[in-house]
């Protein structure tokens, strides 16, 4: 009992928190109480906990605190006990990322993972290696190799996940380990058996051909470990996801297998992997089945685990998941209210009319208290429900509304909004009740992102309304109440009233006029702008700068700016030539709770960087579109290369990205011998000067186009050539002497119509556009097309135009329109009509353009 | 690095060993008593986990059911008196395995406590605690997830038994004991 007669003391000391109110610089000064000899070990372990639990409390040293207290813990080497020891690993890991000088320690550390005592080995070496710099480690590599194959399992484990650490920083060098880690999967104790197969799959990972020759000989070893198991699962289920012909075959009975375990974990993990497969798997019915099993667990974890997955089976098979409606619904009062909502969420999604009302009264009861991240969820589901069930619009709007008046996060906000939003897109009836409901919620909105947005779908969705006039009320509140951002959108969606609604024009010119007035002058402007094109009456303009207005990319109409101004600010701008804001894909539909993604930014972004380092990039205009990379090498090969096109109004730039996977070369003066088409014409060619082991670099090459667009069709040779340094695989060092040229075959490629042509499907609009370009020259022909199917046909087509599969309507005979913009700046539009007759498919093209030549050749492409 | 994949697009698990994203045990205010966060790219300053760790506290505290999804992490915690304990993951990570390491944290953490889980006592075993964290989790990667193997990589301080006590061996069987209790039930 005498350490509680010592806790005792303490709490009288100081309050029962023996580290409440510690201060650093007291701290620091016990440090010093490490020179003392001998050392005492508990009053030292003690000073350390201190220092530690300072840091962990996220207190900050300078270099020099840190570099002091590191040097004054070095002295506690001395003392032989155990628990001071480890405390001061500790330590010395945590000081380490602060202090200078750290590695001043590496001789004592390697001599206590070198030596006797078990206890400290294990820690020695998850110290010494977090310490340790590439060039040290080579001093070290022996005892690693030592020390992964070490009986001791603890010591192998920490060996081979300081490896893992490692890898990152030095990976060839731990690429040398991977033999000694081989022998360790197959140890008996669990945790060295994962740790070693992560570590050998780490050094693969860029290695797929090697990774096929682990999974396939461990999936038929007896892994005892669960861990490693989950992680074998990991890599079959990747493997499966890449591979497309029925070599996977053997993966997925693995997987299937693993559904037998007898652990939860391995269960489980076998379970989503079946469940989340592209490919799908024979039979989902046993993965099923298991999960089915887990919703009815005791443990949340589980239930959540269970009905998490099953959610995600939502979309791809219903009925499977209908089939385990029983266990979800005992899942709808669950206590833990994650768990809760997913179930009703997915009940909903599976369910028939006739539920609805019960699980939304059920959700009602608790939606208070779930996460902002499950009520998205909750959103989302009722969102799919609109369009599952129109008849059920008014009860969801109503409860979308409610809502939309608790607390909440913008996330949150915005998700509701989007959902109201897409009731009013797609149901008519809904529309009325939808936009009260939006207009109601933008009188009392925080977050302008928002108010704005809504603003806009009013003011495109109000004047089709029947009683156009109450929504003026609302919105002209807003320029009235709100702040500057909030006004202009105010002000643009008024003036989209006076454009569709003639009846209410002399109206909205009252109204402009007065925001003429505004203090902002984003308001004013656009009041005086909107004013000045409705005085006009002309239809063409109203349409083309009120109602339909042409959104370019805002990031790359950025840039064309600046570039514009830096190259020709006396020449017009032609915003035409910016690619246009993409139209967001739909996502997939799937009852899952929200994962963070990274902004995706479009390809033409990520590029225009790298593009930049062309000498007279400037001079080509602005990019009018780059087209998705192709691979011009296998993909196992010693140099990978692919494509990318870079289209410009008149020049076309050629990015070859390439990859050195050999570690022992070094290429110097990369450059592409092209052998382009005639007529094509080379302008530049910008070599990579030096390309390293798995660096990318890539080698420009800027051409000009023909100047009759009927000639820019064709095909393209090319080949890499080189000057080859051998180096040591290692450190990268070249070795001495003269390196030899070499070149490297590419497949060949082709320049095609869809390459230049920006097109998009046709949309409401299409055949008024298409009557209006009525006198714009057209070209017709008729073609008998290779395939069978016409459905099959008419996708070819579209592929062969750079359309989208949206284009293509109709069922017996297909009809696609489209239309786009060609590079350059030309509108052009097409329409072929596909029908299946007793010769095969035939299909007639017809392309209108007020550029005749531009015609000719959507119809050459094809053909 | 445009060579490399931006992410997996598909749903499946990454197949990584750095699956634990943080580990941190409060108190009953929700302050904090220990905590790692060990992924380099979330919550990187103190003042970030801080505010992670109020959030989490406040969503937990009262509702005892163990696991909740939270700023893109899976959480699953336990509590007991006056100590909560957490364990995260990526939002994408299998909860068992996240389960499992949890238990490994407040097995260890109660054995260590010779089953007196509570703050006043955590923070005299201050040192222990700090060191089993460091045997459960290594950067983010899993080290151990067996309490009474954990336990004894600890180093236990001997002397810290009074005469006439148990024994290491003793606290270890016990501990086996409860283990299998914990099991059966």
Redesign the interface.
């Known amino acids: 009992?005498?350490?509680f007669k010592r806790?005792k003391k303490?709490?009288e000391d100081t309050g029962?928190?023996?580290?409440q109110n510690l201060d650093k610089t007291i701290i620091l000064q016990e440090a010093r109480y490490f020179n003392e000899t001998p050392v005492n070990p508990r009053k030292c372990?003690?000073i350390?906990?201190k220092i530690?639990?300072l840091l962990?409390?996220?207190e900050k040293l300078t270099t020099q605190e840190a570099t002091d207290a590191f040097f004054a813990t070095t002295k506690l080497f001395q003392s032989k006990d155990?628990?001071l020891r480890?405390?001061v690993y500790?330590c010395i890991?945590e000081l380490s990322k602060l202090a200078q000088d750290v590695i001043i320690v590496t001789s004592s550390l390697t001599k206590d993972m070198t030596g006797k005592e078990d206890?400290y080995r294990?820690?020695a070496i998850?110290a010494l290696c977090s310490i340790t710099d590439s060039t040290m480690l080579q001093a070290i590599e022996r005892y690693m190799k030592q020390a992964i194959v070490d009986k001791n399992p603890?010591v192998s484990?920490?060996a081979l996940?300081?490896a893992?650490?490692l890898s990152s920083t030095a990976p060839d060098l731990v690429k040398r380990w991977a033999n000694e880690a081989q022998e360790g999967i197959n140890s008996d104790n669990a945790?060295v058996s994962?740790?070693a197969l992560?570590?050998v799959?780490?050094t693969r990972r860029n290695d797929k051909l090697s990774t096929v020759k682990l999974v396939t000989r461990l999936a038929k070893s007896p892994i005892k470990s669960p861990?490693a198991l989950?992680?074998l699962i990991?890599?079959a289920?990747?493997l499966v996801?890449e591979d497309d012909s029925d070599a996977s075959q053997p993966y997925i009975e693995f997987i299937e297998c693993c559904l037998r375990h007898k652990s939860?974990?391995v269960i489980?993990?076998a379970a989503?992997?079946i469940v989340?497969?592209?490919k799908c798997a024979r039979d989902l019915a046993p993965a099923v089945s298991v999960l089915q099993l887990f919703c009815g667990s005791s443990?949340?974890?589980?239930r959540?685990?269970g009905a998490?997955t099953l959610a995600?089976l939502t979309a791809k098979h219903p009925a499977a998941v209908a089939a385990c409606a029983v266990d979800l619904e005992n899942l709808i009062s669950d206590?833990?209210?994650?768990v809760a909502t997913l179930a009703v969420t997915t009940l909903l999604a599976t369910g028939a009319e006739s539920s609805i009302d019960r699980l939304m009264k059920q959700i009602s009861s608790f939606v208070s208290?779930i996460?902002d991240?499950?009520k998205i969820v909750v959103v989302k589901a009722i969102r799919r429900l609109c369009t599952k069930f129109p008849r059920k619009h008014q009860s969801l709007a109503a409860f979308l509304a409610g809502m939309l008046r608790d607390e909440g996060g913008l996330e949150y906000k915005a998700a509701i909004a989007d959902a109201i939003i897409a009731l009013v897109e797609e149901n008519p009836d809904a529309k009325e009740t939808g936009l009260a409901h939006l207009c109601e919620f933008i009188e009392d909105c925080e977050h302008t992102t928002l108010a704005v947005r809504i603003l806009h779908l009013l003011g495109r969705e109000g004047p089709k309304s029947r009683q156009p006039s109450r929504y003026i009320r609302f919105i002209y509140n807003r320029v009235i109440l709100e702040s500057g951002p909030v006004r202009a959108a105010a002000v643009s969606a008024v003036a989209q009233f006076g454009a569709q609604r003639p009846e209410l024009l002399p109206n909205i010119k009252v109204l402009l006029s007065r925001c003429e007035l505004d203090d902002e002058d984003e308001v004013r402007d656009r009041a005086i702008l909107y004013n000045a094109i409705l005085e006009t009456g002309d239809p063409q303009l109203i349409n083309d700068y009120i109602i339909n207005i042409q959104k370019p990319n805002p990031v790359l109409l950025e840039r064309a700016l600046r570039d514009h101004n830096e190259a020709q600010p006396e020449a017009r701008f032609d915003i035409m030539a910016i690619p246009t804001e993409e139209e967001k894909q739909a996502k997939e539909d799937i009852v899952?709770?929200?994962?963070?993604?990274?902004v995706q930014a479009s390809i033409e972004e990520?590029y225009s960087e790298q593009l930049a380092k062309i000498p007279g990039i400037e001079k080509l205009g602005p990019l009018f579109k780059t087209v998705p990379h192709i691979d011009l090498t296998e993909p196992e090969t010693e140099y990978?290369v692919?494509l990318l096109k870079h289209i410009y109004a008149r020049h076309l730039v050629l990015q070859f990205?390439c990859?050195n996977t050999l570690n022992d070369q070094i290429l110097e003066q990369v450059h592409v011998r092209l052998e382009p088409p005639q007529d094509f014409e080379i302008r530049t060619i910008v070599p990579c000067q030096k390309l390293v082991y798995d660096k990318?670099d890539s080698v420009f090459i800027v051409l000009e186009y023909p100047s009759a667009y009927y000639d820019s069709l064709g095909t393209f040779g090319a080949t890499l050539e080189f000057v080859v340094h051998d180096c040591d695989p290692n450190t990268g060092v070249p070795d001495s002497g003269e390196g030899y040229a070499d070149s490297y075959p590419l497949e060949e490629f082709e320049m095609g119509c869809a390459d230049q042509l920006r097109a998009k499907a046709g949309l409401d609009d299409w055949e008024q556009a298409w009557d209006r370009a009525e006198r714009a020259p057209e070209a017709t022909d008729t073609f008998v097309l290779p395939q069978n199917d016409i459905n099959e046909a008419a996708k070819a087509v579209c592929e062969h135009l750079g359309l989208p599969k949206a284009a293509i309507s109709g069922d017996a005979v297909k009809e696609i329109r489209g239309g786009g913009i060609f590079r350059g700046g030309a509108p052009v539009l097409v329409r072929a009509r596909i029908a299946s007759s007793s010769a095969g498919v035939t299909m007639k093209l017809a392309a209108r353009s007020p550029r005749e030549d531009l015609a000719q050749l959507l119809l050459a492409a094809v053909g | 690095m445009v060579h490399k994949k931006i992410a997996m697009e598909g749903s499946l698990f990454e197949p990584t060993l750095y699956i634990v994203k943080g580990m941190c045990i409060l108190d009953n205010d929700g302050n904090r008593i220990l905590a790692k966060y060990y992924d380099p790219n979330t919550l990187t300053t103190a003042k970030e986990q801080k505010a992670f760790e109020k959030n989490l506290f406040n969503k937990t505290h009262r509702a005892n059911a163990e696991i909740i999804m939270l700023d893109g992490f899976t959480c699953v915690y336990k509590n007991n008196v006056d100590l909560y304990f957490y364990v995260m993951g990526s939002s994408h990570e299998n909860e068992l395995i996240l389960q499992s390491v949890l238990n490994a944290l407040y097995e260890s953490v109660s054995i260590l406590l010779r089953r007196n889980v509570e703050k006043r006592i955590i923070l005299d075993n201050l040192d222990a605690v700090m060191l089993a964290f460091d045997e459960i989790c290594d950067g983010g990667v899993i080290l151990d997830s067996d309490p009474t193997s954990i336990v004894s990589r600890t180093a236990l301080r001997t002397e810290d038994v009074p005469l006439g006590e148990q024994t290491v061996a003793q606290v270890l069987q016990s501990a086996k004991e409860q283990l299998k209790w914990s099991l059966l039930k």
């Not at chain 1, 206590?335 to 994650?338: I, Y």
Request: with cysteine; charged share 25%; glycine share 4%.
């Open positions: 009992m005498s350490s806790d303490e709490e029962g928190n023996p580290y372990s003690h350390l906990s530690l639990y962990n409390q996220g155990v628990m480890r405390m500790l890991k206890l294990a820690a998850r603890a484990s920490a996940v300081s893992l650490h945790m994962y740790h992560g570590l799959a780490a861990y989950c992680l990991r890599l289920a990747q996801e939860e974990m489980y993990e989503h992997a989340n497969l592209r443990k949340a974890s589980l959540l685990a998490r995600r206590p833990n209210r994650s208290e996460s991240e499950f899952e709770v929200e994962v963070r993604k990274p990520i990978r692919r990205e990859i990318p």
